[in-house]
């Protein structure tokens, strides 16, 4: 991949520990940072909307998607597919914003590879029994489901040394601060900032 301008920033957790808020709402309070919008074969919820939360398509569609090249990362998760464009990752990050991609950690493995200097954050629950409440509490599956979710959410949390950040969602606000810190801190690299004032370095130096 060639070089890009902007920075991709990897959100990966557990179903349950409240990622999709926190980057539904870092997104929204940070102007340069613009969301990924995965592919996924798997129904809507409710109040998901097509093109906003997700592009729902069908697996056919989604494998002749996958065979031609047109995904940067794709995962199976629960027995559905998801996929992130790569022509439209690099398009967001060229043009100078930051990209961030809210995907499982098969695809933030995936993602790593081909972008190293990938930002990868790793959402973590304040407990074990605080991850279970979370799911069942919110009313969308069956208590069968709930328990695949759950082994399946102890399996991922493994994981968690790949990430470059680890930020505890125990109280919405902080982890929101934490996720916002860590943007603000990755713009305010000498690399970056050489990029983002260039012109005026050329002044000053």
């Known amino acids: 991949m060639k070089h890009l301008v902007g920075t991709l ?20 309070d ?26 729902f398509i069908d697996e056919a569609k989604f494998k002749q998607m996958e065979m031609a090249g047109v995904f940067m990362e794709s995962a199976n998760v ?17 043009e100078g914003h930051d990209v961030v991609l809210e995907i499982d950690w098969q695809g933030a493995e995936q993602v790593k590879k081909r972008i190293p200097e990938a930002v990868m954050i790793f959402i973590l629950p304040p ?10 509490t919110r009313d969308q599956d069956s208590q069968e489901v709930i328990d695949a979710r759950m082994e ?12 470059d950040f680890l930020v505890v969602n125990d109280d919405f606000e902080d982890a929101l601060k934490g996720m916002k810190a860590i943007v603000k ?21």
Do not use: C, W
Not at 46 to 51: F, L, M
Not at 81 to 88: D, I, L, R, V
Not at 154 to 159: G, N, R
């Open 30 to 55: 940070t102007n340069h940072l613009k969301l990924s919008i995965s592919h996924t074969t798997r129904p809507a919820r409710p109040k998901e909307i097509d093109g906003y939360n997700y592009h």
């Open 9 to 28: 920033f990897i959100v990966s957790a557990p179903s349950g520990t409240g990622k999709t808020s926190l980057v539904n709402a870092l997104v929204r």
């Open 152 to 163: 399946k959410a102890k399996a991922e949390l493994k994981h968690h040394p790949m990430a």
């Open 78 to 94: 629960f027995g559905n597919f998801y996929g992130t464009s790569q022509e439209t990752v690099e398009k967001m990050l060229d």
């Open 127 to 136: 407990s074990i029994e605080a991850l279970r409440e979370r799911l069942e």
């Open 185 to 205: 801190a990755n713009r305010l690299t000498t690399a970056k900032q050489r990029i983002i004032n260039r012109f005026l370095l050329k002044k000053l130096v």
